[in-house]
């Protein structure tokens, strides 16, 4: 399901069920009963081939489907249903004496299921549920599209596109169980990405444990991940349970991933593909239902290549990789960040309302932030504790007012270059940066391109010649070449 879709049956008002079973006659007896008692929509369909495409077609808000049908059995079609329309609520259909399928249903992400024959008490009260369960992931799903249109999700601020397809793929991957790996450089927010998935996860009941990998020294590291028995090594006076098993049924959160040594990989490795672990010192192995979400700021393919990090341990790691982008490559975000953490920061610190200078936004705009949005952060911070009136300017922040030209070549301002290499520069950069414009804008057509921009193609050319600029650079295989 597409999030349009999602957000189309936010909308909708009246309460949609399709019910899904190969037998027709009982398909129109049970959609009979069902119009009346619950008050909703009522849709059919007789094989999970084609449950699935009205789901593609109709929004739905709940699906009863048979465990045992021809073709698409019940759990292939949850299978299905959990990956492309992971809003809509399910409730299986099954025959007595078929618990361990029960069992497989609910830990694929069904919500409730029913044993036939059935009451008809029990079905409704059970729909019921079924549908309030879904009026409140509804809810929820329009709460957070109005947070993303006001560029705040989840507590991450961004609009941009790039802060978007992070904010598209949180929700996405966060209704299933599989293990997620984010990588960004520092200060990008990779831990509130990791909350996001568990806050919006079937798990978000359960506990979130977040370790700090590199400041664990490695020696303890392996009994914090695991646990230990009593007399396992000298000061081991009493049994402990591990990280992993802390966060039974919940999130761990492993933060900076890339700097565990290679004894610990191997023991992480067999923990993702077997979910069990073993306590120092234990003979036995523990049964642990635990999501794993990892991040790193380190090159993985890179320390793979050297040696330094396992193969192995990366695929099972990056089963869903998000990749948090710098803040120089959203600088579109930085007036909505900025923003944000003045109303924060103000509020928490007890100061009044607080607005930044042109100049110092400016400064902010052209700036790289090699520390990203933790260094904007602490930037805004740092303004709002030393601004002695309403408004923070560069000084107040540790930036000195900058004075700069309106061009910069080779990182100098102009004045710093004589007048006439300047002029030769400025000119130089206004015909490339003109006539590559235009020449991409006509795709590479040159008799195009004279009409454009009002020259006589002839002279367009010799300007092209003088400056060293190809059409051909410009022009896709098979678009004209006059």
Not at 6 to 25: G, P, S
Not at 411 to 422: G, R, S, V
Request: aromatic share 6%; hydrophobic share 40%.
């Amino acid at each position: 399901m597409s999030n349009g879709c999602a957000h189309e049956r936010v909308e909708t008002i009246q309460d949609r069920l399709l019910i899904v079973d190969d037998e027709e006659d009982f398909l129109r007896l049970l959609k009979r009963s069902l119009v009346k008692d619950l008050e909703c929509e009522v849709l059919t369909a007789s094989s999970g081939e084609s449950a699935l495409q009205t789901l593609e077609e109709e929004p739905v808000d709940v699906v009863l489907v048979d465990m045992k049908m021809p073709g698409m059995d019940g759990l292939e079609f949850l299978k299905h249903l959990r990956t492309s329309h992971p809003w809509v609520t399910a409730v299986m259909m099954t025959a007595h004496g078929c618990v361990e399928l029960v069992v497989q249903a609910m830990r694929q992400g069904a919500y409730d299921f029913i044993t036939k024959p059935f009451d008809h008490e029990t079905l409704v009260f059970t729909l019921h549920k079924a549908f309030e369960r879904n009026r409140l992931l509804r809810e929820n799903l329009r709460l957070q599209q109005r947070d993303k249109r006001e560029g705040v999700f989840q507590n991450i601020v961004g609009s941009s596109p790039a802060m978007r397809r992070v904010f598209d793929t949180i929700q996405m991957v966060a209704s299933s169980d599989l293990t997620v790996l984010i990588t960004g450089e520092s200060g990008t927010g990779k831990d509130l990405v990791a909350r996001a998935i568990h806050n919006l996860s079937e798990r978000s009941h359960g506990p979130f444990v977040a370790v700090n990998c590199p400041t664990v020294p490695e020696n303890i590291l392996e009994s914090e991940l695991f646990g230990y028995k009593k007399g396992a090594f000298t000061h081991a006076t009493q049994n402990r349970i591990g990280l992993f098993q802390e966060a039974h049924r919940g999130t761990l959160f492993l933060d900076e991933i890339g700097d565990i040594s290679s004894a610990i990989q191997a023991k992480l490795l067999r923990v993702l593909q077997e979910k069990t672990i073993k306590p120092l010192g234990d003979t036995k192995t523990i049964k642990v239902d635990v999501r794993v979400v990892a991040c790193t700021n380190k090159d993985l393919q890179e320390k793979i290549r050297t040696g330094e990090f396992r193969e192995d341990l990366y695929y099972r790691l990056n089963v869903v990789p998000i990749e948090m982008p710098p803040l120089r490559r959203r600088r579109e975000d930085i007036p909505l960040l900025a923003d944000y953490f003045l109303k924060k920061y103000c509020a928490e610190l007890r100061r009044p309302c607080k607005t930044i200078s042109p100049e110092l936004m400016e400064i902010f705009l052209r700036r790289d932030w090699e520390g990203n949005v933790r260094e904007l952060e602490n930037a805004v911070m740092r303004g709002i504790l030393f601004a002695p009136g309403e408004e923070i300017r560069p000084e107040h922040v540790g930036f000195a007012p900058e004075r700069r030209s309106c061009l910069v070549f080779d990182d100098q301002p102009l004045e710093n270059l004589p007048y006439k290499k300047a002029k030769e520069m400025i000119l130089r950069q206004f015909h490339r940066i003109y006539l590559e414009n235009l020449l991409a804008t006509s795709e590479g057509n040159v008799t195009q391109a004279a009409k454009r921009c009002g020259l006589e193609r002839q002279a367009l050319q010799q300007i092209m010649r003088r400056f060293g600029i190809r059409a051909d650079r410009f022009r896709r295989p098979s678009s004209n070449t006059e």
